[in-house]
């Protein structure tokens, strides 16, 4: 099995600064796409950034210059820095991952359990 385990949500007020951090964990082979999700209430998840194993990125629009997203391949982690945070941005933060088992086994999606970010106006 193929766990991912998101931690450093939380409370801050707008103008401030959280770093998330997912770790995978289980019998992993190789991970693609890497990433974060988030979904407020009474909204759909939607994409916040992510990033492939060579490191191309993607950003919602309303995120850009103000999140980073970084991994680390050797520890199937990737991160998030959100800078600048607006009430706007609180919501559910799931971690996301695309794992490949084996090197025979079919590519997998995987999701956290999600990681609540509160932003104070």
């Known amino acids: 099995q193929v766990q991912l385990v998101e931690s450093g949500g939380g409370l801050v007020q707008a103008g401030g600064s959280l770093r998330l951090s997912c770790a995978a964990s289980g019998s992993i082979f190789s991970s693609n796409i890497m990433g974060w999700y988030r979904q407020a209430p009474g909204n759909q998840r939607e994409l916040v950034a992510t990033?492939?194993?060579?490191?191309?990125?993607n950003y919602e629009d309303s995120v850009k210059g103000r999140f980073t997203i970084s991994r680390d391949n050797a520890k199937n982690a990737v991160y998030l820095q959100m800078n600048s945070l607006k009430p706007e941005d609180t919501a559910i933060y799931y971690c996301y991952g695309q794992m490949r088992r084996t090197l025979y086994s079919s590519v997998q999606s995987y999701w956290g359990q999600g990681t609540q970010v509160t932003v104070s106006s």
């Open positions: 990033m492939t194993s060579v490191g191309t990125t």
